[in-house]
């Protein structure tokens, strides 16, 4: 190779690592909901079982994302008891309206067919997207709630997918005219439009996002159900009300189209659309990245250019949405992080970190802030070398179970990556019901841990895997020789596309990895159940089904660090 070329293709590399390239929001963000008031964008992504409820971003370029607050962080706002994996949160529609921010979400607790529990939809207003109201709750019941008001009339809308009656359960868009204040309806709830498939129970009309361009109303839709057969549907109408005439280029974004094992984005679609103050227009949508079939991230928000021709919108191009290409008309660069580093030393936590469903009781907390007087009697928060950590107060619950474990959650971000967490030294011994680990977690019925546990058949501290591989729970333990966690002692996970690797490392060094799981069981779930979410890294401390005891070791974190690689995923799923 010359000289010049290889110099070009330096520069090639370094361009390509600044352009702005999907996922735009990597990690399971699912359901995008974009805003643009007076130049700053904000994005609502779903969040399941997950607490707080609702991410809200915030950018200014549309390629750097801030995430800035939840719109669900009290008990109040979002009650998920028991709610299983794909269970709560879902679909939130971001409004502006008469100077008012509004998230139209819903909160369905549990799908038990036993339970016969329909999904409930609500709103909640904020005046500056930080601090939220009380939820308004409203008459309908469904999903995919969106708030819209005519800017002509400015008149109210609720549109959402609801089912014709609770019988066969055919789902469509419906509407109705909205009383802000009550969450009642003032006008008439109405079935507005059905889509573009055959009307049956598999093709999901939902996802509805109204607004308004000079001269027509737009309905845009997701259709075909939330797994390969996705895709985003639009029509327009000169009134609010219909009739909706569907596009004559639907479906207007769907990989799908060139083979559901062909290309490496699919289920594109459930789309917001976005006016920048260019005049440009921008589509944020949902898709999955398969690898090898399945997609251990979830869905992820992407991005693309919208164009229109005849008052009919465009998007990329008409071209599939590829990971190599560049999203056209968004010039402004990414700046890639090469590591996340927590080290507990913060008053709080990062927003990042998650818990699974509603707290009962707050069950860890930083030994450098002074935020949790009272709530934790004598020992429990004291770190042994003095140094920040986090320190977690162990409940009964595992990861396995509908509670809240005293687990904290943050999203994978990357297909090539690693997880580490370092352990707080401990003066005591752990029983062989008592463990301190970390995961990377799909659900309660498929998470992969590697931790520290007393030894199940003799004294001493093992350390130990558990890995849920098609339903089936298997467990190896490693002796360690040690009556207590020394100083340094580093649980690890290295992600790769097609697998994790599990491991742990007692003093500065390599690790011992004591496990593999292929990536392809964090994008797994049994018949009849969800997979609505992605992985996510855990650090968890638990007592397996009895109470820590009081005079038991105290454990946690000192550090907890992701190191991103570079992450080569192709266009098309070949592996
Ligand atoms: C947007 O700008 C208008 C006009 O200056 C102002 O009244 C409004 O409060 C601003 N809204 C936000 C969310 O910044
Ligand atoms: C949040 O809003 C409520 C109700 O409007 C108000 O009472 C409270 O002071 C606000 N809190 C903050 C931190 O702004
Ligand atoms: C949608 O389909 C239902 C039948 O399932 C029908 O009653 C209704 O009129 C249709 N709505 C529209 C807007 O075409
Ligand atoms: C719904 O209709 C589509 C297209 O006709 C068909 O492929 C699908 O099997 C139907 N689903 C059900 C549940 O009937
Ligand atoms: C795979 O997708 C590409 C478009 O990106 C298309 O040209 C090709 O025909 C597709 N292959 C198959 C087997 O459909
Ligand atoms: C891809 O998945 C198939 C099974 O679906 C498996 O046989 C094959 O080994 C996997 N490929 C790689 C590279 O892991
Ligand atoms: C635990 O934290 C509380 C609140 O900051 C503090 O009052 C207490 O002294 C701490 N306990 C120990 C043993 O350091
Ligand atoms: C652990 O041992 C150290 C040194 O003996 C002591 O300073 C510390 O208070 C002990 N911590 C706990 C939680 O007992
Ligand atoms: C503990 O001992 C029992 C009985 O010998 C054995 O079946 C089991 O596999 C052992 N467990 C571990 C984790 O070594
Ligand atoms: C997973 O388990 C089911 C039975 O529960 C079985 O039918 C299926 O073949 C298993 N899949 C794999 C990949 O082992
Ligand atoms: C743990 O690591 C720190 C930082 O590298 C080092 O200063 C300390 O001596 C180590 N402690 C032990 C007990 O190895
Ligand atoms: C993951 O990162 C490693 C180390 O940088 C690199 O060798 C490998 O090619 C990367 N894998 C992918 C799929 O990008």
């Excluded at 971000?413 to 680990?437: D, E, I």
């Excluded at 159940?529 to 401390?541: K, P």
């Amino acid at each position: 190779m010359t000289t010049k070329v290889m110099l070009l293709l330096l520069l090639c590399q370094v361009l390509l690592a600044t352009a702005l390239h999907n996922p735009v929001l990597p990690g399971w963000n699912p359901d995008p909901s974009i805003l643009q008031v007076n130049g700053t964008y904000y994005l609502a992504t779903s969040s399941f079982e997950y607490f707080p409820g609702t991410p809200i971003y915030s950018s200014k370029d549309l390629a750097n994302w801030d995430l800035i607050s939840h719109a669900q962080t009290s008990p109040s706002q979002v009650q998920l008891y028991g709610t299983p994996t794909g269970a709560g949160v879902w679909a939130p529609t971001l409004s502006y309206i008469n100077g008012l921010f509004y998230l139209a979400s819903m909160t369905r607790w549990t799908y038990d067919p036993v339970a016969r529990v329909w999904p409930r939809i609500m709103y909640l207003t904020s005046p500056d997207l930080i601090n939220w109201s009380d939820p308004i709750w409203t008459e309908p019941w469904g999903i995919d709630p969106a708030l819209f008001q005519d800017p002509k009339t400015g008149k109210s809308y609720l549109c959402l997918m609801a089912p014709n009656n609770n019988v066969d359960r055919v789902w469509g868009i419906y509407q109705c005219g909205v009383d802000l204040a009550t969450g009642d309806c003032s006008g008439q709830y109405m079935n507005l439009y059905n889509g573009t498939l055959p009307q049956n129970s598999s093709s999901r009309l939902e996802g509805p996002k109204m607004f308004y361009k000079d001269p027509y109303y737009y309905l845009l839709t997701a259709e075909g159900g939330t797994d390969d057969q996705h895709r985003s549907t639009i029509a327009r109408s000169s009134s609010p009300e219909g009739p909706f005439d569907p596009a004559p280029n639907n479906p207007i974004l769907f990989n799908g189209r060139w083979g559901f094992d062909n290309l490496t984005v699919q289920s594109t679609g459930h789309g917001t659309f976005v006016e920048a103050p260019t005049g440009e227009w921008f589509c944020a949508f949902l898709a999955r990245r398969k690898v090898n079939g399945s997609s251990p991230l979830g869905r992820e928000t992407f991005f693309t250019s919208v164009t229109w021709e005849d008052g009919w919108p465009i998007l990329n191009n008409g071209n599939p949405i590829l990971l190599s290409e560049s999203i056209q008309g968004i010039s402004a660069e990414k700046t890639e992080m090469a590591s996340f580093v927590e080290d507990f030393c913060g008053e709080s936590l990062d927003l990042s970190w998650y818990q699974l469903r509603t707290p009962y009781t707050k069950n860890y907390v930083l030994t450098s802030s002074n935020h949790d007087h009272g709530i934790y009697s004598n020992h429990r928060n004291t770190s042994d070398d003095g140094s920040c950590a986090l320190v977690l107060k162990p409940n009964v619950f595992g990861l396995s179970d509908r509670d809240t474990p005293a687990a904290l959650l943050r999203k994978q971000k990357s297909l090539n990556m690693t997880f580490s967490a370092t352990l707080l030294a401990t003066n005591s011994s752990l029983s062989y019901r008592q463990s301190v680990g970390i995961s990377i977690y799909l659900s309660e019925l498929s998470h992969q841990d590697v931790g520290v546990k007393g030894c199940t058949n003799t004294t001493g501290l093992c350390a130990y895997s558990q890995t849920m591989i098609n339903g089936t729970t298997q467990s190896k333990e490693v002796l360690l020789g040690l009556a207590t966690i020394p100083q340094n002692t580093t649980l690890h996970i290295r992600a790769q596309p097609l697998s994790y690797t599990l491991g742990y490392s007692i003093e500065e060094g390599e690790p011992t990895w004591i496990d593999e799981v292929s990536s392809k069981w964090l994008a797994w779930a049994p018949a009849d159940w969800l997979v609505f979410t992605g992985a996510s890294w855990a650090i968890f401390a638990s007592g397996g089904g009895e109470p820590w005891q009081p005079s038991g070791a105290v454990v946690g974190f000192t550090k907890v660090r992701e190191e991103y690689l570079e992450e080569n995923i192709p266009d098309y799923d070949i592996w």
